[in-house]
Each structure stands twice: as C-alpha cells, then as structure tokens.
C-alpha cells in the first residue's frame, strides 16, 4: 500500500481564508518527495467531528498516511482532551506529526510534552475567549444596553483602534461573529474593516 503525507488546513468559518496557512504548507510541500495530500475543513476547532478531519482520520484508519503537517497545533483543534487523545494515536502507529510554526516532533519525550503544553494552551484560550464574550454581554446588560445590535438608524464610528483590533482578531483566526460580539460592531462593519 502507498502511504502520504497528510496536510490538514483549518480555518474556523466559512467567510475566513487559508491564504495565512498555504504559503508555509505549500513551500514545505514542495520539498517533499512522498505524495501529498490536502485535507481541508472550515469548521470549528472544539470538535473532530469535521468532514475534512473524518476523511484524514479514514485514511488513517487504513494505513495509508505516513506523516501528519499542520501549520500550527490548534489548526488540528482547540481542545486539550481531543488533541491530547490524537497525539497518542499518531505515536501508537508511529505516524509522525509536523508542527511547522510550533516545531514540533511526537517521536520524542520532549515533543509530546511540548505538544500537550501547546493542546492545553490553545483549550485555554478558546475558553478565555468566550468567558470574555460572557463577560462583555454582562456589562452591557448591567449598563442597560441590549444585546444583538444597535437602534435602528444609528451608526458606530469605526475608530484606528478597533479596526486595527478587528484585522489583528481576523489574522489570528476569530470569526467575523465573534470579532462583532467581542467589540460590539455589526459584522458589516467588520467586513470593511478587514477589506480596508
């Protein structure tokens, strides 16, 4: 049976792009002289239960991968009990996973802890992130203010700042809605911002 290098792409929403992972991926793709293969998703971090991951995970299951790349960690998921669970499958059938930008190697000791201090991180953050958005929807209730958007009508000043927030939140791979909840804009206005 011929094996593959598997590359797993995943953005969080339909509306972001891969063009931040592509580059990375492809260059280090082309160095390659194994097959590759691309699995893509656009789908959420907090479950595996994803088309592109189901398929990688098939291939898997039937002997047919020779090494996993992803361009960071958390693009193969966001919760330390799923990460944690593949990086000890992939070590079981001694399937190499490449890290590019997080430089990690499961076939050591060093590089599995590693990889386990990264899945930890990244659950971290997501949780952070939506005790945040909690947080924020709180205050605004508290300040008799309404969740979910403006009066009809009234228009929000985009300022330097939050545009540079929102296009800083796109790159680092948050959804338009979340970027919207988080600094309270409408999500056409996160659109210009990041088209700007």
Same mark, same amino acid.
């Given at each position: 049976m011929t094996q593959h290098v598997a590359i797993y792409i995943r953005v969080s929403s339909k509306r972001q792009d891969l063009a931040s992972q592509l580059p990375d991926l492809e260059a280090w793709a082309g160095s390659q002289r194994s097959e590759v293969r691309y699995y893509r998703d656009k789908f959420t971090g907090k479950t595996l239960d994803r088309p592109g991951w189901i398929k990688l995970q098939s291939a898997i299951d039937r002997g047919e991968v020779a090494k996993v790349?992803?361009?960071?960690?958390?693009?193969?998921?966001r919760t330390a009990k799923g990460l944690t669970a593949l990086f000890a499958d992939l070590t079981d059938r001694k399937i190499p996973l490449v890290s590019?930008?997080?430089?990690?190697?499961?076939?050591?000791?060093?590089? +599995?802890? %590693? /990889?386990?201090?990264? @899945?930890?991180? !990244?659950?971290?953050?997501?949780?952070l992130?939506?005790? +945040?958005? %909690? /947080?924020?929807?709180? @205050?605004?209730? !508290?300040?008799?203010?309404?969740?979910?958007?403006?009066?009809?009508?009234?228009?929000?000043?985009?300022?330097?700042?939050?545009?540079?927030?929102?296009?800083?939140?796109?790159?680092?791979?948050?959804?338009?809605?979340?970027?919207?909840?988080?600094?309270?804009?409408s999500r056409p206005t996160i659109y210009k911002a990041i088209q700007a």
């Amino acid at each position: 049976m011929t094996q593959h290098v598997a590359i797993y792409i995943r953005v969080s929403s339909k509306r972001q792009d891969l063009a931040s992972q592509l580059p990375d991926l492809e260059a280090w793709a082309g160095s390659q002289r194994s097959e590759v293969r691309y699995y893509r998703d656009k789908f959420t971090g907090k479950t595996l239960d994803r088309p592109g991951w189901i398929k990688l995970q098939s291939a898997i299951d039937r002997g047919e991968v020779a090494k996993v790349v992803c361009w960071r960690l958390d693009r193969l998921g966001r919760t330390a009990k799923g990460l944690t669970a593949l990086f000890a499958d992939l070590t079981d059938r001694k399937i190499p996973l490449v890290s590019l930008k997080d430089g990690i190697d499961l076939s050591t000791a060093s590089g +599995r802890m %590693l /990889a386990n201090v990264l @899945a930890s991180v !990244a659950q971290f953050e997501t949780e952070l992130r939506a005790e +945040r958005v %909690l /947080a924020g929807q709180a @205050a605004a209730r !508290a300040a008799g203010k309404s969740i979910g958007g403006r009066k009809a009508g009234t228009r929000v000043r985009l300022t330097q700042e939050k545009e540079r927030a929102v296009k800083r939140l796109h790159r680092a791979g948050t959804s338009v809605s979340e970027i919207a909840r988080t600094l309270q804009l409408s999500r056409p206005t996160i659109y210009k911002a990041i088209q700007a």
